[in-house]
């Protein structure tokens, strides 16, 4: 079973950044792809990031050259830098998790098995 916790939301203006981190815990596997899903009120629950362990990186349109996705391997521990925030990146951010080698940019949020608590990004303008 896998454990997923994020951390590192908060509230920033237009233009700043932010670092989220997501702890995974209790799988041994190599591969595994994870990523960071977010959702708005009202809105559907869609990926913003995905990588797998050989740093195979996917982003949206939306975040591409704003946000970076990246993984310690030697610490299980997950991450998502969002720079040049915009007021249209509000909302809950997921960190998720799928045993597969492979991330694919057809994935949804109901090929992912394992979710952290989600962590609160809010963006003013």
């Known amino acids: 079973q896998v454990q997923l916790a994020e951390s590192g939301g908060g509230s920033v203006q237009a233009g700043g950044s932010l670092r989220l981190s997501c702890a995974a815990s209790?799988?041994?596997?190599?591969?595994?792809?994870m990523g960071w899903f977010r959702q708005a009120p009202g809105k559907e629950r869609e990926w913003v990031a995905l990588i797998n362990r050989a740093w195979t990186t996917t982003y949206a349109d939306s975040v591409k050259g704003r946000f970076t996705i990246s993984i310690d391997n030697t610490k299980n521990t997950l991450f998502l830098q969002m720079n040049t925030l915009k007021p249209e990146d509000t909302a809950m951010y997921y960190c998720?998790?799928?045993?597969?080698?492979?991330?694919?940019?057809?994935?949804?949020?109901?090929?992912?098995?394992?979710w952290g608590q989600g962590t609160q990004v809010t963006v003013s303008s």
């Open positions: 998720a998790a799928e045993r597969r080698l492979f991330c694919s940019r057809t994935m949804t949020m109901h090929d992912f098995t394992f």
């Open positions: 209790g799988y041994t596997y190599s591969s595994i792809c």
